[in-house]
């Protein structure tokens, strides 16, 4: 028997518009260990596009253990970034070789959820096997709520960082 796979949220999502898209990346990154999680992460595209466009597609696995041995928090995080290297905005143009900064769109999509008896034991036990429904619905509905609810919370937080560091961005004109 498969451990159970609880969904507690699925899509949010983040858009942005403007200069130094590229830190986006690194902010992402931050904001998860922050939170404590393991990410591991691989390059599903890189791109070089007429006019000195530039794009990146990624996608994350981010996961922490919540309680011991049982239960596993994780998201799946896909980010695209799209950027061209433009003069810094504020400088003149007369200004020959003029500071580059990446100017662009960021797409971040985040699904969570949570894998609950990871090891099985109940699954694995003849005797058990049985009472794992009447386990379900007495000793883990209110741990399911709670790490459920702290999941989307976690989810909604990180989308909530990458709202206010690009606050502090110059947007596109």
Same mark, same amino acid.
């Given at each position: ?10 899509? $949010? ?21 922050? $939170? ?120 909604? $937080? ?16």
């Amino acid at each position: 028997m498969a451990p159970s796979r609880i969904w507690s949220f699925t899509n $949010l999502g983040f858009h942005y518009d403007g200069y130094h898209v590229t830190d986006f990346y690194r902010a992402l990154y931050r904001g998860m260990v922050d $939170l404590g999680y393991n990410t591991s992460e691989w390059l599903q595209a890189r791109g070089f596009y007429n006019e000195g466009s530039e794009a990146v597609v990624s996608r994350w696995i981010a996961t922490r253990e919540s309680e011991a041995k049982y239960s596993l928090n994780c998201m799946t995080i896909t980010s695209k970034i799209i950027w061209k290297n433009v003069p810094k905005p504020g400088t003149s143009a007369e200004t020959k070789n003029p500071p580059l900064v990446p100017k662009g769109t960021f797409d971040l999509t985040i699904n969570g959820f949570i894998v609950l008896d990871f090891l099985n034991v109940w699954g694995e036990s003849l005797i058990l096997k049985p009472f794992s429904s009447l386990r379900d619905n007495l000793m883990r509905r209110r741990m399911k709520g709670n790490l459920m609810s702290a999941s989307r919370k976690e989810g909604d $937080l990180l989308i909530k960082n990458m709202r206010e560091f690009s606050s502090f961005l110059p947007t596109i004109k």
